[in-house]
């Protein structure tokens, strides 16, 4: 099934990222504010994983026949409407999609403080995600 693959390879990418990003989860703000390399791949490994998630849930969307979304926030949150995951969950999980645009168009001025928030405290969102994406494709294989 291309599309099964098509997903296990962004969720894969997503998983990636998300490695890296828990193994520097012991760092500090004077570690982001003086290490400009840690920063950079941090900000990058964030980037990937929340477009890994975007590209999944675009996939799934078109997938199930619904109608496409106009933002990325509304990805997430078409997620939830067609219960692919909670609503409650989707909500939450639109936040990434404005730090993903922070991360891409205002990356001169990403705050540490906030990257350090979201390495801390968010990176379980994703985790999540990409549990409910799984079962998402075990329900799926199966319908068939």
Do not use: C, W
């Not at 969720?11 to 290490?35: A, M, V």
């Not at 891409?104 to 990409?130: G, I």
């Amino acid at each position: 099934m291309f599309f099964k693959e098509r997903i296990t390879e962004k969720l894969r990418y997503l998983e990636i990222s998300l490695s890296y990003l828990r193994s520097r989860r012991d760092i500090t703000l004077k570690d982001l504010q003086e290490n400009y390399e840690l920063r950079s791949a941090i900000e990058r490994n964030f980037q990937i994983a929340i477009e890994a998630a975007i590209d999944i849930g675009e996939m799934i969307i078109s997938q199930e026949g619904s109608e496409m979304p106009e933002t990325y926030r509304e990805v997430f949150l078409r997620l939830g409407e067609v219960g692919v995951i909670p609503g409650d969950f989707s909500n939450r999980l639109a936040q990434m999609a404005g730090f993903r645009n922070i991360l891409v168009h205002q990356y001169s001025e990403v705050d540490p403080t906030k990257l350090l928030e979201f390495l801390k405290t968010r990176l379980e969102d994703l985790e999540l995600f990409s549990d409910y994406i799984r079962e998402y494709l075990r329900s799926k294989a199966a319908e068939a």
